[in-house]
């Protein structure tokens, strides 16, 4: 992945051009705007990149004929990330098994502040709210990318036109209750507890698995609270030396599985009440990358 160069500054650190600041200052809107349409951190920071690329070839007097350059690059964005749906959804018929959203860490539990790879410019940093939930984005992989760029620039980004537009995120105290589910999860599936384990999930539980063909996972989901009960405890005792670890997936509570210090899968949960309604367990090495620093805390499986 290319980064930006840098624009020219003053001693003070500051771009020298207050246009080009004004510009650089859209980044972290772009960034989340286009995470949302594409479900990729990687290729997020890429059609930003391109966008910003676009924005440079423009000769000065073409630059200077634009009246408002947000919403410019905001259009010229929303134009990359309909081309890249469009291919996404013909390489996602390809795909091995289920295609889940790559699954967004939050930076203040990265060890250290920074993953393998990635920039941690807070221009960068992914605003976290309802509309980044995990069961929000596989919504939206439902519509077609015309329908998910308006819908996202609309009704997320309360662009104009939109007639519906506000996302509301979730209360503290719903934030917390979440949490104390996805711990009482842990604790149960540590402890191998089938019953406790049951007793957490929603009678039409269901859950998918994405290993993009290069990790190992359920080819199909999971749809009884029993049977996805047994199937954790049973890979609870096929995998020696599990760990899990409570971080926050996508803006929700969630949980990292680490295996001999490395990250394994990533799971999301959609909880309704205090009963798990939906688990979202993603393997795909390559989606896996934004997690490779976080560590520290948790339990040892089995313990």
Known sequence: MTTLSSPPTEPGGEPSDPVLHAIMGERRQLINLVYRLLGSLAEAEDAVQETYTRWYSLTPQQRQAIESPGAWLTRVAGRICLNLLGSARVRRERYV??????????????????????????????TLDESVGMAFLVVLEAMTPAERVAFVLHDVFRFPFAEVADIVGRTPAACRQQATVVRHFKQAWEARDIGALIGLLDPNVTATGDGGGLASTVRRPLGSPEQLARGLVDLVGRLAGLTLLER??????????????????????????????RIWAVRNPEKLRPWAAVSGGGGQVGR
């Open 248 to 277: 926050t997936v996508n803006g929700r509570p969630g949980l990292v599985a680490q295996q001999a210090g490395a990250v394994v899968t990533v799971y999301a949960f959609d909880i309704a009440g205090d009963r798990i309604t």
């Open 97 to 126: 098994g289920d295609w889940i959203p790559e699954p967004l860490p939050e930076l203040s539990e990265w060890s250290g502040g920074r993953a393998a790879g990635m920039t941690v410019d807070p221009a960068d940093r992914v």
